[in-house]
């Protein structure tokens, strides 16, 4: 651990750490292997493979290419599912309820509006996707800076990177009953391994980083539920 000797108010940077032992895999995850397997679902079901067998060989190979758009893609593909859920539940609700609640002045809900609820549900999970990338990455890097993990060569482009991939096993391990409270508590951590590891940093500050953001959540909606009570 080294500390600035510029900026004494700046956190300790991590020493570095060195690749793991053995041949360095310079080709790109699955998901980006064209080369290896040109077939798309091939490649989706490789994610899969390489995630249960060897978690560690696909956080090494994320920093092996660049752009967002294949975690974008990737993540919101995993999404669907989830979006498809929403559509058919949402729809249907609001036919339901557009057919049996009457408006204010007598008349019912036109059908086809509430038949939109659906749509508009799929649409904001695609929104979460997306604001879960270019607004949770960044926050993700800035608490992996808070706790001093960063390193200058591996800039906030492949922490995004590792968000986006870890929101599409994230996003359709929350369509899974039972599964979903599990992915919610431990996922953090196996993002916090990952970026430990594409950053060269010890595995516990990325987790630290990781669980941070949910440690401030938590923090707030308790000072909000103190205010509310307080104010009763």
């Not at 060989?57 to 919101?76: K, V, Y």
């Not at 549900?121 to 949770?136: I, N, R």
């Not at 941070?212 to 539920?225: D, I, Q, S």
Request: hydrophobic letters at 55%.
């Amino acid at each position: 651990m080294a500390l600035d000797p510029e900026n004494p108010f700046a956190p300790p940077r991590a020493t570095f750490q060195e690749a793991p032992p053995g041949r360095v895999d310079e080709r790109p995850v699955p998901f980006e292997d064209h080369a290896t397997e040109p077939r798309f679902w091939a490649r989706v079901g490789a994610m899969f493979q390489t995630l249960f067998t060897r978690p560690a060989d696909l956080a090494d190979r994320i920093p092996n290419t660049r752009g967002l758009s294949a975690p974008l893609r990737f993540a919101l593909l995993l999404a669907s599912p989830l979006m498809a859920l929403y559509l058919a539940l949402g729809s249907a609700a609001g036919l339901v309820v557009g057919l049996a609640a009457p408006t204010a002045q007598g008349d019912a809900v036109p059908a086809w509006f509430m038949a939109f609820i659906g749509p508009f549900y799929a649409l904001m999970m695609a929104l979460v996707v997306v604001l879960g990338l270019f607004l949770g990455g960044p926050l993700l890097h800035g608490c992996l800076w808070m706790w001093g993990g960063l390193r200058a060569t591996r800039g906030l482009e492949q922490t995004l990177r590792v968000m986006g991939y870890y929101l599409a096993f994230h996003m359709l391990g929350s369509c899974i009953p039972l599964l979903n409270f599990a992915v919610m508590l431990a996922g953090p951590a196996f993002l916090g391994m990952a970026l430990a590891r594409i950053h060269r940093t010890e595995t516990w500050r990325g987790i630290c980083a990781a669980y941070t953001p949910l440690l401030l959540c938590c923090c707030f909606y308790g000072a909000v539920l103190i205010a509310a009570l307080a104010l009763k």
